[in-house]
């Protein structure tokens, strides 16, 4: 069974940086899957982040573009969400999900199919 | 941006009713590449539905999706007590990967 597990700080200050990794188990993270990034502000519904793949190719919102940097270690089978210049708008459960690719005679998109059970990050002073 | 619209925003159901619900984006999303995920509190969401028709290993028949260019439907036939959830549709051909806002299913 693929598992994702969410680290790292559960309360930022404002102005200050979020960061948090995602450590895949059970699935290699080489592959033709790309690896996400959802948010889910408190009651409201998904914001989808980002994503990368193992070459370090990355995809972001363009409403996030310029405070986000998705990274991965391929050593460690984990990869990092880094966002800056944090504010109240940012607190939210963070997931890490990964977007499955089926590569075949014909390659075909899945969606996310595997989500970590998500992280609460409050950002407050 | 690819805006992805959900109606109802609630489906007040009985169980064994069936219930219907509407995923309309904003322009054509390419190849069909919807999917629905089923989400119940405090857990992450559950894929059901992928390329719009396609269900996911393990996701019960009851659960079938349909639809093609701006219009799809996720049907849940035979409404169980579990079914109680929000279900998203999302859209993940175009960059940046949409959700909807989500329709709550209740089971009365």
């Known amino acids: 069974q693929v598992q994702l597990q969410e680290s790292g700080p559960g309360l930022v200050k404002p102005s200050e940086t979020l960061s948090l990794n995602c450590l895949v188990s059970?699935?290699?993270?080489?592959?033709?899957?790309?690896w996400t990034w959802v948010r889910q502000s408190p009651g409201k519904g998904l914001e989808w982040i980002g994503e990368?793949?193992?070459?370090?190719?990355?995809n972001y919102n363009p409403s996030l573009n310029s405070r986000l940097t998705i990274s991965v270690d391929k050593s460690k089978s984990h990869f990092s969400l880094r966002l800056t210049s944090v504010s109240a708008a940012d607190t939210a459960v963070y997931y890490c999900?990964?977007?499955?690719?089926?590569?075949?005679?014909?390659?075909?998109?899945?969606?996310?199919?595997?989500w970590g059970q998500g992280a609460l990050v409050t950002v407050s002073s | 941006d690819i805006v992805l619209t959900q109606s109802p925003g609630t489906l007040s159901l009985s169980p064994g009713e069936r219930g219907t619900l509407s995923c309309r984006a904003s322009?054509?999303?390419?190849?069909?590449?919807i999917a629905w995920y089923q989400q119940k509190g405090g857990q992450p969401p559950r894929l059901l539905i992928y390329a719009a028709s396609s269900r996911a290993t393990g996701i019960s028949d009851r659960f079938s999706g349909s639809g093609s260019g701006t219009d799809f439907t996720l049907t849940i036939s035979r409404l169980e007590p579990e079914d109680s959830a929000v279900y998203f549709c999302?859209?993940?051909?175009?960059?940046?990967?949409?959700f909807g806002p989500g329709t709550k299913v209740d089971l009365k």
């Open positions: 322009q054509s999303v390419t190849s069909n590449y």
């Open positions: 999302q859209q993940y051909h175009t960059s940046p990967f949409t």
């Open positions: 059970n699935a290699s993270i080489i592959g033709p899957d790309w």
């Open positions: 999900a990964r977007r499955r690719i089926r590569v075949g005679h014909a390659t075909l998109l899945l969606g996310l199919d595997y």
């Open positions: 990368i793949y193992h070459t370090g190719t990355t």
